[in-house]
């Protein structure tokens, strides 16, 4: 069977996937004034939701709504075509007891070569979108990057955890209120890094 959720999925992914801009541990001694990891101090640790940034960071949300805008066409065929198949299989599976041989052996090589189109149409969607994934992606994924190890280092932080990856691995058991730095990231630098308006976007 065709899975269409994995065609509605997949722009996503590539937004936020494997790729996205991930956690730094800062190696340098944290500023003067924030004596963090001094003699009997444990290093300040704090932890950033890197899946969160396609929501709340206004750079990486344009980008990714641009890469969507310019695949949907596209996803939509595929999903056309993906239904188109699943009916034809599901029609085959009903008559299969009612259909001649030779009309039943024409529809299932029919359904072949969809099955076949299909599969290379998918195959050219990912080439393509994930090489427009990294042109649009991922310089903002390395400005983001930097930020990330700024702000880390101007407040004494010296481990920063991505709170996300921790999750999907089961390693996550507590967390602390305040540890959680996400917002206050993405508001410093949606405040640093102003995006236009598109045009003819109502004011």
Do not use: H, W
Not at 45 to 72: M, P
Not at 176 to 189: C, H, L, N, S
């Amino acid at each position: 069977m065709i899975s269409l959720t994995c065609l509605a999925l997949s722009l996503a992914s590539l937004a936020g996937g494997a790729e996205s801009p991930r956690a730094v541990a800062v190696a340098e001694p944290p500023a003067p004034q924030q004596p963090a990891g001094a003699a009997g101090q444990a290093p300040r640790i704090a932890v950033v939701n890197t899946q969160a940034f396609g929501e709340v960071i206004n750079e990486y949300r344009q980008q990714v709504t641009t890469l969507q805008a310019e695949f949907r066409p596209t996803i939509e065929t595929l999903q056309r075509l993906g239904a188109e198949i699943q009916a034809e299989e599901g029609a085959l599976q009903r008559l299969a007891d009612q259909l001649a041989p030779d009309i039943r052996l024409k529809r299932s090589e029919d359904l072949e070569r969809k099955k076949k189109d299909f599969k290379r149409r998918q195959e050219d969607f990912n080439e393509a979108a994930e090489k427009r994934s990294v042109i649009l992606l991922n310089p903002v994924r390395e400005k983001i990057s930097k930020a990330l190890e700024a702000y880390a280092k101007e407040r004494g932080i010296q481990i920063l955890l991505d709170v996300a990856t921790a999750a999907e691995a089961g390693g996550l058991v507590y967390l602390a209120p305040g540890m959680d730095i996400t917002e206050d990231f993405a508001a410093r630098y949606n405040q640093a890094n102003p995006v236009a308006k598109p045009a003819g976007a109502a004011r």
